[in-house]
């Protein structure tokens, strides 16, 4: 379950008989991992239609992604790439829905948080959404993954919730003046 796990990286720190002692001993020490969701609003560019979605933050996806069923379910606008891009699941496996060939650009809504974003249109089976390392990097949100939170409190400066906090601030100075 875990591939993090190197046994033959600890050397002789552990007096085990073998590897395999060595890593059922440590799996005892791990707790699994927990998945983070966020509700999101998406809003189509064309008729400003809202869908509500569940999307999971993944460190491990290299993009953002809509699910295919999804887009089309939903009536998002597809845009054909150019260039199709070959996806791997996690496992090393092609995807099952072969190449990435279309994309969704929408308005992406979060507890304050506005952007814009273009998501790659792939199977991505029951998932709806992912938002990936470029997100996570770009937003670097608090997570709390014991509750399951996130905080949107280190967005960059061409995020809509940093430019609203500072239309905010400086209307209230200019009132204090």
């Given at each position: 379950m ?10 002789n720190?552990?007096n085990f ?7 059922r ?11 983070v ?36 379910e939903?009536?998002?606008?597809m ?13 090393k ?13 929408c308005?992406?809504f ?5 952007e814009?974003?273009?998501m ?18 770009a937003?670097?949100p608090?997570i ?7 905080k ?7 995020c809509?919730k940093r430019?609203?906090e500072e ?11």
């Amino acid at each position: 379950m875990y591939s993090v796990l190197h046994p033959e990286k600890l050397g002789n720190k552990l007096n085990f008989a073998n590897n395999t002692e060595r890593v059922r001993d440590m799996w005892c020490t791990l707790q699994p991992l927990r998945e983070v969701w966020m509700k999101v609003g998406l809003e189509k560019l064309e008729n400003h239609e809202g869908v509500a979605v569940k999307a999971l933050l993944d460190s491990g996806a290299t993009g953002l992604f809509m699910d295919t069923t999804f887009a089309r379910e939903k009536g998002f606008k597809m845009k054909r790439m150019k260039n199709p891009l070959l996806v791997k699941n996690m496992d090393k496996t092609v995807n099952v829905g072969g190449a990435i060939t279309h994309q969704v650009e929408c308005n992406m809504f979060f507890k304050g948080h506005v952007e814009r974003v273009r998501m790659d249109v792939c199977n991505l089976g029951k998932t709806e959404v992912i938002l990936g390392i470029p997100w996570l990097a770009a937003h670097n949100p608090e997570i709390d993954w014991e509750n399951r939170e996130v905080k949107m409190t280190r967005c960059p400066p061409i995020c809509g919730k940093r430019k609203q906090e500072e239309k905010k601030k400086g209307s209230k100075e200019g009132r204090e003046r």
